[in-house]
C-alpha cells in the first residue's frame, strides 16, 4: 500500500538559511499534518491542512510557513534557520479532516541538521 | 487540556514473555487514544486505536491494548515478546472530537528492550 512521501530525507543547512521540506500524502488523503520530534523528544504539532486550508496550529515558530496545494501534497517552508530547528521533522496524512476517529499515517521523515 | 503519560522510560522484556507497556491519560470529554511505534531512524507506524466500543482494542504485529475508564489507562500489551519489537513506543490522545483540533499529543515515549 501507498504510504506518506516525505522529500528530502536529509537535509543540511548553516545558520540563516532556509529550507523547503515537502510531503506527499497517501492517495485519497485530504488532510496533512506536520510534527517536528527533536532529539529524545516525542514529536510536537506544528500545524495542518484540510482541502487546502489550514485547520490548526501548534507550537509553529514565525520563521516557518507551510501550505497545502491542489494536488494534497504539503511544503513546510523553514526560514533563518536555527541551531534549535535540527530536529526530525515528519509529515502525517489521514482522510475526511481532522475528524477525531481518523488515524494519521506517518510518513519517514526528514532530518534537518543545521550547522 | 488533554495529556497523556507514559511512567516507564525502559521496560525490558525476555523474549517469549509477556510485555505491557504502560499508558495513563486525562482528557475533557471522550478520549481517543492511538499507539505508535518507531524504530531508530524510521518514522512512526500506528500500531491501533481506541475510538468507542470494545475496551480490548488488537492492533498489528500481534499487539493489542485494553482501554481502563476507571483507571485512564490504555496500556499496551503482547503475550510473546519478540526481539524485533524493541523499538520506541509512543502513547498518544487526539486533542479535541470533531471538526478542527485532531492533532495527537503523544507521551514523552517508552523504549522496549527484548532480550534473547
Known amino acids: 500500500a501507498a504510504g506518506v512521501i516525505q522529500s528530502p530525507r536529509h537535509l543540511i543547512k548553516e545558520k540563516r538559511e532556509t529550507a523547503t521540506l515537502k510531503c506527499y500524502p497517501i492517495?485519497?488523503?485530504?488532510?496533512v499534518y506536520w510534527y517536528q520530534q527533536g532529539p529524545g523528544q516525542d514529536p510536537q504539532f506544528l500545524i495542518s491542512?484540510?482541502?487546502?486550508?489550514?485547520?490548526d496550529k501548534g507550537s509553529i515558530p514565525d520563521r516557518f510557513s507551510a501550505q497545502q496545494f491542489s494536488d494534497y501534497h504539503s511544503e513546510l517552508n523553514m526560514s533563518s534557520l536555527e541551531l534549535g530547528d535540527s530536529a526530525l521533522y515528519f509529515c502525517?496524512?489521514?482522510?475526511?479532516?481532522?475528524?477525531?476517529?481518523?488515524?494519521?499515517?506517518f510518513g519517514p521523515g526528514t532530518r534537518l541538521l543545521v550547522l | 487540556a488533554q495529556s497523556v503519560a507514559q511512567p516507564e522510560d525502559q521496560v525490558n522484556v525476555a523474549e517469549g514473555n509477556p510485555l505491557t507497556v504502560k499508558c495513563t491519560y486525562s482528557v475533557s470529554g471522550n478520549p481517543y487514544l492511538f499507539w505508535y511505534v518507531q524504530y531508530p531512524n524510521r518514522g512512526l507506524q500506528f500500531l491501533l486505536k481506541y475510538i468507542t466500543g470494545d475496551n480490548l482494542v488488537k492492533g498489528s504485529y500481534g499487539f493489542e491494548a485494553e482501554f481502563n475508564k476507571s483507571q485512564t489507562s490504555f496500556h499496551l500489551k503482547k503475550p510473546s515478546a519478540l526481539v524485533s519489537d524493541s523499538a520506541l513506543y509512543f502513547c498518544?490522545?487526539?486533542?479535541?472530537?470533531?471538526?478542527?483540533?485532531?492533532?495527537?499529543?503523544f507521551g514523552k515515549g517508552t523504549k522496549l528492550s527484548v532480550k534473547p
Open positions: 502525517a496524512s489521514s482522510l475526511g479532516g481532522t475528524g477525531y476517529q481518523e488515524t494519521q499515517y
Open positions: 491542512f484540510y482541502e487546502k486550508m489550514q485547520s
Open positions: 498518544a490522545v487526539r486533542r479535541g472530537y470533531g471538526g478542527s483540533q485532531g492533532n495527537l499529543i
Open positions: 492517495p485519497r488523503h485530504d488532510t
